[in-house]
């Protein structure tokens, strides 16, 4: 079956600091891949998202390229913000195109 | 701003008792997912509406969980007789319409606590 798996967190950094947040997934075909995410208190929200190989998704100064060869989908951003303090799923599409299979979440804080 | 409201946020209950939690699925979106959130879990799928027609509870505990949609503005999970071990985070999301329903907007949750 499908399965999503992230780093385990929690992921603390300074303000300013590049972020990586791994994302490798299992999965027959070539699923949507995303991440979402949850701020304290809150739903998941959408990011980003990349619908087939080598596509980057980009949102809010975050970044995540399709790697088919790898099948990772990581979460980049060069510089976090006290306000990007959240927890982040990475997340893939079945191939029917109707259930989203989520990763544990990575909880990032990001100190001043 | 269109959003999927949830109701209620918060709810604490004693173990027996029937739990209802309601969902307004954003106007004119077709699919609809209920979600339990868990620390031990994570987020786990519990059903999936289409038209108001559930294809998938696979993932719902049937003895005591229900899930339906009366219509197309209202969605609802019950726990009949509710247990301390169904202490979670339920999220409905919703999608729009259309063959691939790829972006589900969620909901702020319910926060259940059951003693």
């Known amino acids: 079956g499908n399965s999503v798996t992230q780093m385990e967190g929690p992921v603390t950094l300074s303000e300013e600091a590049f972020l990586t947040i791994n994302c490798t997934y299992t999965?027959?075909?070539?699923?949507?891949l995303f991440w979402y995410v949850q701020y304290p208190g809150e739903g998941l929200q959408l990011l980003l998202k990349a619908t087939k190989a080598d596509d980057k998704g980009s949102n809010k100064g975050f970044e995540a390229t399709y790697r088919k060869e790898t099948t990772s989908f990581h979460l980049e951003k060069g510089s976090v913000q006290v306000s990007d303090s959240a927890v982040y799923f990475c997340?893939?599409?079945?191939?029917?195109?109707?259930?989203?299979?989520f990763g544990g979440g990575t909880r990032l804080m990001v100190k001043p | 701003d269109a959003r999927v409201t949830q109701t209620p946020r918060h709810k604490v209950t004693e173990m027996g008792q029937e739990v209802t939690m309601r969902c307004q699925p954003i106007?004119?979106?077709?699919?609809v997912f209920w979600y339990r959130q868990t620390m031990m879990q994570g987020l786990e799928l519990l059903a999936y509406f289409r038209n108001r027609a559930p294809l998938d509870d696979s993932g719902m505990p049937k003895d005591r969980f229900s899930a339906e949609m009366p219509d197309a503005t209202l969605a609802t999970l019950k726990i009949q007789p509710s247990e301390p071990r169904d202490s979670a985070v339920y999220f409905c999301?919703?999608?729009?319409?259309?063959?691939?329903?790829?972006?589900?907007?969620f909901g702020p949750g319910t926060r259940l606590l059951v003693l």
């Open positions: 999301a919703s999608g729009l319409p259309g063959p691939l329903e790829e972006t589900q907007y």
């Open positions: 999965a027959t075909g070539y699923p949507s």
């Open positions: 997340a893939l599409l079945n191939n029917a195109g109707n259930m989203l299979t």
């Open positions: 106007l004119g979106h077709n699919t």
